[in-house]
């Protein structure tokens, strides 16, 4: 079972309560994804298409991360919103890092329809997507789904040969939900290589915050979920506080500029833990003055 299964369950859980259109499509997506990603995956699928499978799946999360569905459904809304306003706001390109069964793409190209969009995954993953989305009737030339392994693709280099990527387009990077599972110092690099690539992108993402004992994760995870993580080899590998996540960002050539508040009065975040914030990629030759060295403000990385 993997994090971008449990995310697809959690769109098809969510859509048994959300009626908008957004969401019945993203369920479908997730649904079909689901059914070519293996036993497991339908295992997983058959609960949640049942009430009493619901009920259970219920209480597991309760029993995990109280409250981490309708996290990610506060996240996916947020998230959609800011990327549809950047694409009003003339961005013509968007490279979604770990797009996993997701269907944010397809929600953007509804609402820019000249736009590309670009998704890198592990190859295993972007091939039952693609499976998934033919079989959807969704597969669409303006989306092209792009198999590498963040972390060890010289990424610059790489877009550049990418059929139809145009580095000098305006451009947005989504990376939801991915970089914690990197470590801290192979994520500032990929950032530096897209901020060299693109210079003056726009860039959303998530990074976790840090819990009480230091370690990276959600305020209110129970103890086996990080050896759950640690044992599937998806364990989050670093974290940052409010204060430090600027000048971590900063070492990786991103201004921050929006942070999505989890305490948001009208709309609280219901698992807190994980940082969703909006910023723009600067060239190396104009860097983010940091000021200080982040050695002190970082998580003690993970085993
Ligand atoms: C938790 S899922 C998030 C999926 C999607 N962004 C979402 O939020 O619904 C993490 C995704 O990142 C991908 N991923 C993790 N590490 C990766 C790596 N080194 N290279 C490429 N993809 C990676 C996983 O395959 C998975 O699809």
């Not at 293996?38 to 499978?53: C, F, Q």
């Not at 929600?107 to 033919?134: M, N, S, W």
């Not at 190396?284 to 998580?299: E, K, Q």
């Amino acid at each position: 079972m993997s994090t971008a299964m449990l995310l697809a369950a959690a769109a098809v859980r969510q859509a048994h309560t959300d009626r908008t259109p957004e969401a019945q499509r993203n369920a479908a997506i997730a649904r079909a994804c689901l059914q070519r990603a293996g036993e497991s995956a339908e295992r997983l699928l058959r609960a949640v298409d049942g009430r009493l499978g619901r009920g259970l799946l219920g209480l597991l999360e309760a029993a995990c991360v109280p409250g981490i569905g309708a996290h990610y459904a506060w996240r996916k809304r947020r998230i959609r919103q800011w990327a549809r306003q950047a694409c009003a706001d003339g961005v013509r390109q968007v490279l979604i890092l770990g797009a996993g069964f997701d269907g944010l793409a397809q929600t953007l190209l509804d609402a820019a329809p000249a736009a590309r969009v670009f998704e890198v995954d592990r190859p295993a993953t972007l091939a039952v997507k693609r499976a998934a989305l033919a079989a959807l009737g969704l597969d669409d030339a303006r989306l092209q789904l792009c198999p590498g392994e963040l972390g060890a693709l010289p990424l610059a280099r790489w877009l550049r040969g990418l059929p139809g990527f145009a580095p000098e387009l305006p451009t947005l990077v989504i990376a939801e939900g991915v970089f914690m599972y990197l470590p801290l110092d192979t994520v500032q690099t990929l950032l530096r290589q897209l901020a060299r690539a693109l210079p003056d992108a726009d860039l959303i993402a998530t990074a976790m915050d840090l819990r009480r004992d230091g370690t990276p994760g959600f305020a209110r995870q129970r103890p086996w979920v990080r050896r759950w993580l640690q044992w599937r080899g998806e364990p989050f590998r670093w974290g940052a506080s409010r204060q430090a996540l600027p000048l971590l960002l900063g070492q990786g050539g991103v201004r921050l500029g929006d942070v999505a508040a989890p305490d948001d009065g009208e709309d609280p975040d219901p698992a807190p833990g994980e940082w969703l914030f909006h910023g723009c990629l600067s060239h190396p030759d104009h860097p983010v003055p940091a000021g200080r060295t982040h050695a002190p403000l970082m998580a003690a990385a993970l085993p």
